[in-house]
């Protein structure tokens, strides 16, 4: 009963480095989210995927990019990273017409 | 824009105390109004939450507090204990909207012996 699973949980990034964190689900949830999570800012929205094949910007998207791959799995990529990035960002899921959503543990990553 | 306000940020309660966290929206599309508990390390996973049709919701020692007229709701922790301790978030929910949940900014709970 693995429910959203994130790989990896931690990552050092050198600065212009690119990397994908992945993000699947068991749940057969529609829609999944990314959100990065700062100190004093709370939970902030980079993307979401209402259903498989659709995606659109949330509140911070600048930076990112994602992939919907299937219905089970959503990437987040950093094509360049920055120090800005450094974050711990979390991946969520929800299912269609019920409104609470199951988080991943988090990937915290560091640009240096 | 910020749409849920969540205060204080941070808040340390004596163990037996009550702790009140309180939050305040602006979208009347609100439809659901959750709160999340998040421990060190981990996820932030759901605690508990309420509807606008209620103005009260209790499960064990935790209590959601929501007056609908001052777009206001609080959650209450009675007899707050030292594995309470955690970052809690508010959070508000349309159904008509595909973009999930808006969280307020969270608040660092310390729960001293």
């Known amino acids: 009963n693995a429910g959203v699973t994130q790989t990896p949980k931690f990552q050092v990034l050198k600065t212009g480095q690119s990397m994908t964190l992945q993000c699947a689900q068991d749940?057969?949830?529609?829609?999944m989210y990314w959100y990065r999570q700062d100190p004093g800012m709370g939970l902030r929205l980079i993307y979401y995927s209402a259903s498989e094949g659709t995606t659109d910007k949330g509140e911070v998207p600048n930076g990112y990019n994602v992939s919907r791959l299937n219905k089970r799995e959503f990437s987040l990529r950093l094509e360049s990273a920055a120090p800005s990035q450094t974050s711990v960002y979390f991946c969520?899921?929800?299912?269609?017409?019920?409104?609470?959503?199951?988080f991943g543990q988090g990937t915290r990553l560091t640009v240096v | 824009q910020q749409q849920v306000k969540q205060s204080p940020q941070s808040l340390i309660v004596q163990k037996g105390g009550i702790s009140i966290i309180n939050c305040a929206y602006e979208n009347t599309a609100f439809d659901y109004f959750p709160w999340y508990q998040q421990f060190p390390g981990k996820g932030p996973a759901l605690l508990i939450a309420i509807r606008p049709d209620v103005s009260e919701k209790k499960e064990g020692r935790f209590t959601i507090s929501f007056n609908k007229s001052a777009k206001q709701f609080s959650l209450h922790i009675m007899d707050s204990q030292p594995g309470d301790s955690a970052t809690y978030f508010c959070?508000?929910?349309?159904?008509?909207?595909?973009?999930?949940?808006?969280f307020g900014k969270g608040t660092h709970l310390i729960i001293q012996p």
């Open positions: 969520a899921s929800r299912k269609r017409g019920v409104p609470e959503a199951f």
């Open positions: 959070a508000a929910f349309s159904g008509g909207g595909a973009d999930g949940l808006t």
């Open positions: 749940m057969n949830h529609n829609s």
